[in-house]
Structures are given as structure tokens and as C-alpha cells.
């Protein structure tokens, strides 16, 4: 068989954060991150997602009724006038009784209700960062025996997705992500009870041992990137012909698939 490198699809929207602001207080405030679509292979990973807000301000706006500004009003204006120009008549000629109570039935017609508007606020606020935690319960992987992806792999360029913008999206320089992505680089994978162990065979060699328990493996970047700090993977996936894993960059995540046909 064949081993082919991919990188998962990172476009579109994968979650969404509800901030519920109306009755906050200020200072900092954390919502959850929802996945879109629960159970997914893209929501991997985001239930532990929490969305950090700083509340500067909050207060409430003028909520005073006021009366319906609208043509039928108008025309219950105009009506009125024209009305209580007769009520005037009617009252010099005597009829004050008849008057009052034609005045009083336009007026209770004019006086509609008020548009009692729903309360408002204005909220000054500021996202500061997306707060990662750990996993809950991790998520233990039954590895199969003998997976055909256990051995020693040399990149397909044929089958395989162009690592240069994923080394640009770290912070790789240009000149060294053109070198890394004309090397033909290979990779030694092998698994045993606790750990998956891959071996790197690139620029420089890099050994990851990844717990197959379902938990983080926590790594510094590597350095002259853009990036700086730590980074977090893990397995999600591991059948007998496919082995897929998770990482959390300092700036968004990336999906890696290995696939043997």
C-alpha cells in the first residue's frame, strides 16, 4: 500500500459561541464554545473550547414609552381636530352634554396605546482569548492489530496535500518552507500499548510519542516561527488502515490524516 499525508479541512465555520451580555456585570466573563454540528469529526476537540470576554461597560438606555408615530395616528389626529371644531359648534348651540361625550369617545379612539419599547442596553465589550481545557474524561482508542499504517513511510507528493501553507500558517519562513516542501521526507510510525510513536524524517528530526488514551501531548513550537509558546495533539482516530490526530496551534488547530489504500 501507499501512504498518503492530508491535512484536514480547516474552512467554514466548525462552532459558535452565544454571549449572553444583557445582564452582565463588568469584567471578564467565559462562555462555551458549541459546536455546529455535535458528533462530527470537525467538533473533535471544541467542547473544551471556552471564549474569554471582557465587560467594560453596561448600562441602560431610555426606555420611556412613546406614542405610535404612524398614519393611522395621523389620520386620528386630523379627525380629532375636525371633530373638536364641531364639539365646539355643537356647545354653542347648547348641546354641551352631546359635546363632551363625542370629545370624550374621539379622544379614547386618539389616545392608542403606547409603544412600550423592550428594555435596551449598551454594552461595551472586548473578546480577549480562546481558553482551551483539558479533556474531561479522554477518550481511549482501541488500536487494532497490526495496523497497515505501522512501518516506514516516504511522502507521496502524488496523494498527498501541499504542506507549504500549513508551514506558512505557523509562522515558517518562506525560504525554509520552499526547502521543507521539496524534500521528499518520510516518517516512522509504530505503536505500542501506553504510546504512538512517529519519527519525522525531514530538515531536521522530530520524534512525537502520543499517548493512545486519548490525552494531550504538549510540545513547545518549534523555533524561527511565527508562533511561539505550546502546542497540543492528540489521537482521534485509529482503524486499521487510517490514523488521524488533533492539534491545537497557539493560533487555530490542524488535522492530520494518515491513509493507507
Known amino acids: 500500500g501507499g501512504g498518503g499525508w492530508t491535512a484536514g479541512d480547516s474552512g467554514g465555520a466548525r462552532a459558535c459561541c452565544q454571549m449572553k451580555l444583557f445582564n452582565a456585570r463588568c469584567g471578564n466573563v467565559v462562555f462555551p464554545v458549541q459546536p455546529l454540528v455535535p458528533g462530527s469529526a470537525a467538533s473533535v476537540g471544541l ?5 474569554s470576554v471582557n465587560v467594560h461597560a453596561n448600562e ?3 426606555t420611556r414609552t412613546r406614542l405610535l408615530l404612524s398614519p393611522v395616528c395621523v389620520v386620528l389626529c386630523v379627525a380629532l381636530a375636525l371633530v373638536a371644531s364641531g364639539s365646539a359648534a355643537l356647545l354653542a348651540s347648547g348641546s354641551a352634554e352631546l359635546a363632551t361625550i363625542a370629545t370624550a369617545t374621539l379622544v379614547a379612539l386618539f389616545i392608542t396605546r403606547p409603544d412600550q419599547a423592550p428594555p435596551r442596553r449598551q454594552i461595551t465589550f472586548s473578546v480577549e482569548r480562546l481558553d482551551i481545557g483539558a479533556a474531561a474524561v479522554p477518550v481511549a482508542l482501541a488500536i487494532p492489530e497490526n495496523p497497515r ?4 513511510w516516504r511522502l507521496d507528493f502524488s496523494c ?3 504542506c507549504e ?3 506558512a500558517a505557523v509562522g ?3 525560504m525554509i518552507r520552499k526547502i521543507a516542501n521539496s524534500i521528499r521526507a518520510g516518517c516512522v510510525i509504530s505503536v505500542c500499548a501506553t504510546h504512538l510513536k512517529i519519527v519525522h524524517k525531514s530538515l531536521i528530526p522530530v520524534e512525537d510519542r502520543i499517548p493512545v488514551d486519548g490525552s494531550w501531548l504538549t510540545k513547545p513550537m518549534p523555533p524561527g516561527g511565527r508562533m511561539k509558546g505550546e502546542f497540543r495533539v492528540r489521537l482521534t482516530k485509529a482503524s486499521g488502515t487510517e490514523l488521524q490526530m488533533y492539534t491545537v496551534l497557539p493560533e487555530g488547530d490542524l488535522r492530520e490524516k494518515y491513509l493507507v489504500h
Open 47 to 51: 467542547e473544551q473550547h471556552c471564549l
Open 60 to 62: 441602560a438606555l431610555d
Open 149 to 152: 499504517w505501522v512501518g516506514r
Open 160 to 162: 498527498s496535500d501541499n
Open 165 to 167: 501553507p500549513i508551514l
Open 172 to 174: 515558517v519562513p518562506y
